[in-house]
C-alpha cells in the first residue's frame, strides 16, 4: 500500500513570499490533518479535513495560511505572506480508522 | 492542544540495553500512540493503545496505556544501533478534541555499537 505523499520535499524562500505545498493521502482515507513540526518540537495539528470539509481549523494561523481539500483526496497547504517564524517540517498525514494517523515525509520550509 | 510531558529528553546508550520512556499529561486521553522520527522522515506509527491498563507488544518494543489514562510509557529491549531516532508520545481524546493528536516534545535516543 502507498503511503502518505508529499512535495516539495525542501523549499527556501524569502520572507513575505509564497509557498504552497502539497499532499497525496493513502487511498480510501477520509480524513487528512496537516501539521507544523518547528525543529525540536512534537508536531502541532494546523487542520484537519473529513472528506472535502473542514473539521478543525482552531489552530491554523488565518491570516496567513490557508488550506483546502476540494475534491475530498489531495489537498494543499498555503502561506502567504511566509514570516520567518514559519521555517518548520509541514506534515501531512491520514487516517482511516477514527484513530491512527500514518504521516508523509514532511515538507522542509526554510523563510530567509 | 493538552500539554504532554515526556522523559527523558535524551539517552545515550550502548546497543543491547534496554530502554524505558515515558509520557504524562494533566488530562486523560482515550488513545495513546508511539511514533518514531528518523532525520528527514515524517514519524512512522511503532504502536497504537486504545484502553487504559492495555499492554501492547511490537517486537522489541512494548507499551502500556496508564490506569489512569494520563501516562504511557515505551521500552525498547535489547537495543541495536537502527533504533537510533526520536520517539514521540501522542495523546487522543476524540470527545474533547476530535481527532487531532497531542504530542510530546520528544526522546532521542542514541545507540552505539
Known amino acids: 500500500e502507498a503511503g502518505v505523499a508529499q512535495s516539495p520535499r525542501y523549499k527556501i524562500i524569502e520572507k513575505r513570499q509564497s509557498v504552497a505545498f502539497w499532499c497525496n493521502p493513502i487511498s480510501g482515507h477520509a480524513t487528512l490533518y496537516w501539521y507544523q513540526q518547528i525543529l525540536g518540537q512534537g508536531p502541532k495539528l494546523l487542520i484537519q479535513?473529513?472528506?472535502?470539509?473542514?473539521?478543525?481549523d482552531s489552530q491554523l494561523p488565518k491570516d496567513r495560511f490557508s488550506a483546502e481539500r476540494l475534491k475530498g483526496v489531495d489537498s494543499t497547504l498555503k502561506i502567504q505572506p511566509a514570516k520567518l517564524e514559519d521555517s518548520a517540517v509541514y506534515l501531512c498525514?491520514?487516517?482511516?480508522?477514527?484513530?491512527?494517523?500514518?504521516f508523509g515525509p514532511g515538507t522542509r520550509l526554510l523563510v530567509l | 492542544g493538552q500539554q504532554l510531558n515526556q522523559s527523558p529528553q535524551s539517552m545515550f546508550i550502548q546497543e543491547g540495553e534496554d530502554v524505558s520512556m515515558n509520557c504524562t499529561s494533566s488530562?486523560?486521553?482515550?488513545?495513546w500512540l508511539w511514533y518514531k522520527q528518523e532525520p528527514g522522515e515524517g514519524p512512522v506509527l511503532l504502536i497504537a493503545l486504545y484502553k487504559a491498563g492495555e499492554l501492547t507488544s511490537n517486537g522489541r518494543l512494548t507499551a502500556q496505556f496508564g490506569i489512569t489514562r494520563k501516562d504511557s510509557f515505551l521500552n525498547i529491549s535489547a537495543s541495536i544501533p537502527s533504533d537510533v531516532g526520536i520517539y514521540f508520545c501522542?495523546?487522543?481524546?476524540?470527545?474533547?478534541?476530535?481527532?487531532?493528536?497531542?504530542f510530546g516534545k520528544g526522546t532521542s535516543l542514541l545507540v552505539t555499537p
Open positions: 498525514a491520514s487516517g482511516g480508522g477514527v484513530q491512527t494517523q500514518y
Open positions: 479535513f473529513q472528506n472535502n470539509g473542514v473539521v478543525d
Open positions: 501522542a495523546g487522543q481524546n476524540i470527545a474533547n478534541s476530535g481527532y487531532a493528536l497531542n
Open positions: 488530562s486523560i486521553f482515550n488513545t
